[in-house]
C-alpha cells in the first residue's frame, strides 16, 4: 500500500501547505479568519472529487464527508478522523514554501531563505530513523503547517484509497476537518450528534507509531489583585498598589519545581502567564496542569492559599479568584472504551510499526471531544518540531499513517473485533 499512496498524500501535502490558514486568538469570529475556508472550501470540492458525495461545509467551516460502508458492513460502527486545517498565530504561515530533501544521510539541512535556520540532527534526534528518506521543511522564514495538514493529507489520501479499493471491507467513515484548533477553539461549535460517529481519531500526533490517549488536566486560575488609587503625591497611608501585591504573589511560586521550566513526563504544573492592569486592579492569570483531575484542585487550593495569604499581608488589599475550566484528560473518557485504543495499536502493528505511548503535555481536541461524547485519541501524523521555522514532516512516515487509517478503518468492521 505504501507505494501507492506515498505520491499522493506528499502531492496533497504540498498543495495544501501554500494555503496561508493562520488563526489568530484576538478574532471574535468563526473561524477566528476567513483565510481558512479557502482551503476547508477547497477540500469539500477535493472530497467530491474522490467519490465522497455528501461533502460539505457548514455555517462555521467545518467540512465534513462520508466514505459509505462497503456492502455488508453498513452495520459496523460509524468511525471517524479529524484534522485541523489552521497553523500557529505564533509564527508566520503565508507563503510557505515547501522543500522535499530527497534521500536524507543525517547531514544539516540548511533553510535557503535564512541559512541561520538549521535542522540539525544533534537537536531533532526523531531524525535519525529518517536515514534514506524524505523530508519535507519550510525554507526557513515560515513554518511548514505539517501541524496538522499532514493528518488533513493523510486522512483524505486513506479516504481516496478506500474509495479505489472497494475489497477492503469497512463501515461507515466520517471525516471531519476543522478550524481554529491552535487558538483553542476548535471544537467551539463541532456538532457532535451531527457527525454522527460513535468513535474517532485525531490524527495531529508526531512520532510514527505513536497512538496518544492520555493529555494532561488543564484549568485556567484568574487572580485579581484589588488595590487602592489615588494621587501618589498624597497616598501616605492610603494608596495600596495592587502591582506590588500581584509581583509578591508571583514571587511567592515555588522556584524548584510546579512550573514548566522544572517539570517534564507525568508530573504537572502552574504557570503565571498573563500579568496585566496597574495601582487599582492587577489580574495574574495562571495555567493549572495535571494529569490527574483531582491534583488540579490541591494546586487551585494551594494557588487559592497562596493568593489570599499574600493580600493579607497588604493591609487594604483584596484577591478574588475564579477558575475556568479548559479541558480533561481524555483517558478519563477512553478507558470506558477500550476498543477505541486496542483497535489503533492493531492498526499500527498491521502498519508493520512498533506501538508507541506517551501522554501529551498539552491538549488536543479529542480531550475535548472526548467529554463531549465522542471518544477521540490521537494518532501519528509525523509532524515534528511544531509551530517552528524548523518543522519537517517525512513522507515515509504520512504514508505509514495512511496505512494505518486504512487498517483501522477495516478492523471496525471485522466482526470478532467491533463494538
Ligand atoms: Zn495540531
Sequence with gaps: MIDEVRGPVLERFLRYV?????????????????????????????????????????????????????????????????????????MPGAGVKPIVHRDYRGQDLVLPDDPTAVLRLADSPALAEQIGQEIVTASGT???????KAGVAEIVTAADYLMRHPEIVHGPIRLGFTPDEEVGRGTAHFDVAKFGARFAYTVDGETLGEIQQESFS?????????????????????????????????????????????????????HPYVFEGGVDKTTV??????????????????????????AADWPGAAVEIRVEESYRNMREVLDRFPNVVAHAREAIRRAGLEVR???????????????????????FAGEHNFHSRLEWVSVRDMAKAVEVIVHLCAIWAEPETSG
Excluded: C
Design 142 to 148: 515560515t513554518l511548514l503547517g505539517a501541524d496538522n
Design 18 to 90: 501554500r494555503v496561508d490558514t493562520q488563526s489568530i486568538e484576538a478574532s471574535t469570529g468563526y473561524p477566528s479568519t476567513q483565510k481558512q475556508l479557502v482551503l476547508l472550501e477547497a477540500l469539500v470540492e477535493e472530497l467530491r472529487g474522490i467519490g465522497l458525495a455528501d461533502a460539505a461545509i457548514d455555517e462555521w467551516g467545518y467540512v465534513t464527508a462520508t466514505v459509505p460502508a462497503t456492502p455488508g458492513a453498513e452495520s459496523a460502527p460509524v468511525v471517524g478522523f479529524l484534522a485541523h486545517v489552521d497553523t500557529s498565530p505564533e
Design 357 to 379: 505511548e506517551h501522554p501529551i503535555r498539552g491538549g488536543t481536541d479529542g480531550s475535548k471531544l472526548s467529554f463531549m461524547g465522542l471518544p477521540t485519541p490521537n494518532l
Design 285 to 310: 492569570r495562571v495555567l493549572v496542569r495535571d494529569f490527574v483531575t483531582a491534583g488540579l484542585a490541591e494546586k487551585e487550593t494551594f494557588l487559592s492559599n497562596l493568593a489570599r495569604a499574600t
Design 218 to 270: 488543564a484549568d485556567t486560575l484568574i487572580a485579581v489583585f484589588q488595590g487602592f488609587n489615588t494621587h501618589p503625591g498624597y497616598g501616605k497611608g492610603r494608596l495600596v498598589n495592587a502591582i506590588k501585591v500581584a509581583s509578591d504573589f508571583v514571587s511567592r511560586l515555588p522556584r524548584s519545581g510546579l512550573s514548566p521550566e522544572t517539570t517534564a513526563d507525568r508530573d504537572g504544573y502552574v
